[in-house]
């Protein structure tokens, strides 16, 4: 998909065609007669009245005065605003309350036009509100409000007729037009991904309703907004994507969490039982403690630790279940053991450089034949991502359907690996000879600076990636690889802060980082037990200030 350069002045409006032709092209059996119509007369319109109205669509809100809409491609607004007006699409006339006034006029405009009221010009544009508002005013036009201004508000009136476009092409709201343009400058770079008529993210209206519901949920959380009709409102939303049933059981294990901070534990309760997400299960069983049903939560808790849907709800599950047991007055039990990880003391000398600890710790260690990085969660990411480059961007129905992924859409599914068995099998496979290596060197030269999930290209240059292949055996990125695969999420983050190399003995070392008062995580836990329980060099620098510098 090819997108105009920026010395085009209407290079916003070439980039909206485009996406316009897009969805035509792809979507015309999902699009709806509203949306089918707007295309088509779109398209009949003046250029300048076209340019306009994206230019309105692309800022914020939907109310703007004529005269602080000035583009010299465009020319005169008036003039390209009477085709929209024409159309609907643009209103004039459009009531405004005393709010919406207030917002649009600037503080000598409001003592000017409301001079009756002998606003003070040294009140705050605050003060003059709750003069206003005081009194009770109708919602009119602009020209009822103010009829000596001289200028014209348009009401956008086709804004969410828009967002169900851009929900179309880019399967999320997230997303905007600003990704054009930061792709047309090359800030971001994307992998080029074959996207046949398969290819798509919504496949029937149902999709859209449901999306736009997903979406409407997630704000109303957003605002801080915790109810049983908000959880009905998320049951009710049916979708037969996979992606979207995880957006909606994240968005039900959010709304449970929201209803247990706000001590509503019976909702939480309710809530976290009708919830699939991997965390709930936990969460079912912290809120029965929390409310004393311990005989329920011992019981359901030895069922999980049968059958733990992850490591990290093992890991929860080893906690529990000991201070459970004690709640019925039963003996706590055994606790698992993690493996023994080597530990560091260091006394580092605080400076008046502007260092985080880590990277204090590696000055402190590093030499020129033992070079310490900091790479807390990249390298290991990296050397994955660009191993298995093939199966991450395959395109695969469903995983690409607009052209600014920086991965899969199918990234975090449970499905992930087992829909790329053959391609990641390949890819791993090379781990077996050093056929690896010229691999992950050719994907680095040809995909430098691309968008990706596993690869920070700021953190990976050529010397580090060579001391990496150098110096880490094929069977430790193997094990890393497929843990990583295990769960993505879950697995991408929490590795050691930086890494040491020895080139010449062709080994290196993994260290973890801490700081006076901080304490390991969840996640760092895991993969340390991991390392240690692989042979994997790995160790944990505990650091104390041994004084501050004059």
């Known amino acids: 998909m090819a997108f105009e350069p920026l010395e085009n002045p209407f290079y916003y409006l070439a980039n909206f065609r485009q996406v316009l032709a897009w969805l035509g092209q792809r979507y015309a059996d999902v699009l709806d007669d509203e949306e089918h119509g707007f295309i088509r007369r779109f398209a009949t319109l003046p250029d300048n009245a076209q340019a306009l109205l994206v230019r309105m669509i692309m800022r914020k809100g939907a109310l703007f005065r004529a005269s602080r809409l000035n583009y010299p491609e465009i020319g005169c607004t008036l003039t390209a605003a009477r085709p929209l007006l024409v159309e609907g699409w643009l209103d004039d006339q459009a009531p405004l309350t005393l709010e919406q006034v207030f917002d649009l006029l600037v503080k000598p405009e409001l003592i000017t036009h409301f001079s009756h009221l002998q606003l003070r010009s040294t009140l705050s544009k605050a003060q003059i509100f709750e003069i206003l508002a005081a009194s009770e005013w109708p919602a009119q036009p602009l020209g009822q409000w103010c009829p000596a ?54 496949t029937h209206r149902d ?78 069983i912290r809120v029965l403690e929390l409310t004393g049903a311990y005989a329920q939560a011992l019981a359901l808790a030895e069922e999980a630790s049968a059958a733990p849907v992850d490591p990290a709800e093992a890991q929860q599950l080893s906690r529990m279940l000991p201070r459970l047991r004690r709640h019925v007055g039963l003996p706590a039990g055994p606790r698992r053991t993690a493996a023994k990880v080597e530990r560091l003391d260091l006394a580092v000398q605080l400076c008046d450089q502007p260092l985080s600890v880590e990277q204090r710790v590696a000055l402190y260690l590093h030499g ?80 430098w600076g691309l968008q990706s999930p596993f690869v920070h290209w700021g953190m990976l240059d050529e010397p580090l990636l060579e001391l990496a ?40 070392l993994m260290i973890e980082v801490k700081g006076p008062g901080d304490r390991l995580q969840d996640n760092q836990l895991r993969w340390l037990d991991f390392c240690a329980r692989h042979q994997m060099p790995v160790q944990v620098c505990y650091v104390e200030w041994a004084g501050q510098t004059a």
Not at 173 to 194: C, H, I, N, T
Not at 384 to 403: D, K
Not at 476 to 502: S, V, Y
Request: with cysteine; proline share 4%; charged share 25%.
């Open 368 to 447: 020129e034949q033992q070079p310490v990085h900091y790479v807390e969660n990249t390298l290991f990411n990296a050397l994955f991502g660009l191993l298995c480059w093939p199966a991450i961007f395959a395109p695969l129905p469903g995983a690409f359907f607009h052209p600014f992924q920086s991965g899969p859409a199918d990234l975090l599914q449970t499905d992930f690996r087992a829909r790329r068995g053959e391609l990641f099998a390949a890819c791993l496979g090379q781990l077996e000879t050093d056929e690896y290596k010229a691999s992950i060197r050719a994907t680095y030269q040809a995909k």
């Open 207 to 284: 999709d859209v309703a449901a999306c736009i519901a997903l979406h409407v949920c997630g704000e109303a959380m957003e605002a801080g907004e915790a109810s049983a009709d908000l959880h009905q409102q998320l049951l009710a939303i049916n979708t037969d994507k996979s992606w979207l049933q995880r957006r909606r059981e994240k968005l039900l294990f959010r709304l449970g969490y929201a209803c247990e901070r706000q001590q509503n534990m019976e909702l939480a309760l309710t809530i976290y039982r009708s919830c699939s997400f991997h965390q709930a299960r936990a969460r079912v």
């Open 469 to 508: 292949l150098q110096c880490i055996p094929a069977e430790h990125l193997k094990h890393c690889f497929d843990r990583l695969l295990e769960d993505i999420k879950a697995n991408r983050t929490g590795m050691p802060d930086l890494i040491q190399f020895w080139p010449e003995e062709r080994r290196y």
């Open 149 to 202: 201004l001289g200028d014209a508000v348009y009401s956008l009136t086709v804004d969410e007729l828009c967002d169900r476009l851009r929900l179309l092409f880019f399967g999320n709201l997230r997303q905007g037009w600003a990704d054009f343009v930061l792709a047309d400058l090359g800030v971001y770079r994307y992998e080029s991904v074959p996207m046949g008529p398969e290819s798509r993210g919504l």
